[in-house]
């Protein structure tokens, strides 16, 4: 199994363009985890699916994020446009039932 | 609600030396706990897990915790620290309880970070 894939690992970009990360959960896995992480605020949850429905998005910072999964094997995470406060580390993990979380190893988003 | 305190940002401790990186939660009802490490660069990955059972559970890498139901703690520990083991630690809990719909929502710490001198 190669774990939860993310793409890309590394993504620089300009203020006000549209960024897309992508996930490949753990086949068989059925909840899905956006999180965000930075130094001064930590390890942020974004988004929330189970069995591929969103089921809590409250931490999706404001209208310029989305996400989606479509089906059981991929997600994504778009902001449009992206801003500067954006540059964070995106990390997609997925579970299994209600217990050990796999993460995959980020996406590092820079914005200038 | 369910939350989560590590109340350390770093913890230092000599290579050999015994470690404890603390964590206290707080759920409504009986909780799962979990600690993950995250390596430089790397996502987090999975330590240990106290689901029921034996209060002392052990898991990779030689580090245990402890499930202290009392003081609402689950410490992790190790005998003998080596400078490898330098890395961002994480205590998560979530309560036993699913949410509607069975849905089950983790609450993760601040993180700890560990170092270890040579």
């Known amino acids: 199994d190669a774990g939860v894939i993310q793409s890309p690992r590394h993504e620089v970009t300009e203020m006000g363009q549209e960024v897309t990360l992508r996930c490949k959960p753990i086949s068989g896995h059925n909840s899905l985890f956006w999180y965000r992480q930075t130094m001064m605020r930590g390890l942020e949850l974004l988004i929330y699916f189970n069995n591929n429905v969103p089921i809590d998005d409250s931490g999706m910072p404001e209208d310029r994020f989305s996400a989606k999964m479509p089906n059981a094997s991929f997600s994504t995470l778009k902001i449009q446009p992206s801003e500067p406060r954006d540059s964070a580390v995106y990390f997609c993990?997925?579970?299994?039932?209600?217990?050990?979380?796999?993460f995959g190893a980020g996406s590092r988003l820079t914005v200038l | 609600a369910q939350s989560v305190a590590q109340p350390e940002d770093q913890v230092n401790v000599a290579e050999g030396n015994p470690l404890t990186v603390k964590c206290t939660y707080s759920v409504s009802g009986n909780p799962y706990l979990f600690w993950y490490v995250q390596y430089p660069n790397r996502g987090l990955q999975f330590l240990l897990k106290y689901i029921t059972g034996d209060n002392l559970v052990k898991g990779s890498y030689g580090f245990e915790a402890e499930f202290n139901k009392s003081q609402t703690s689950f410490h992790l520990k190790k005998p003998s620290a080596l400078v490898s083991d330098s890395a961002l630690y994480f205590c998560a809990v979530r309560d036993r309880t699913p949410l509607s719909g069975g849905s089950y929502i983790p609450t993760f710490g601040r993180g700890t970070s560990l170092i270890v001198h040579p």
């Open positions: 993990a997925s579970g299994a039932g209600a217990n050990v979380l796999t």
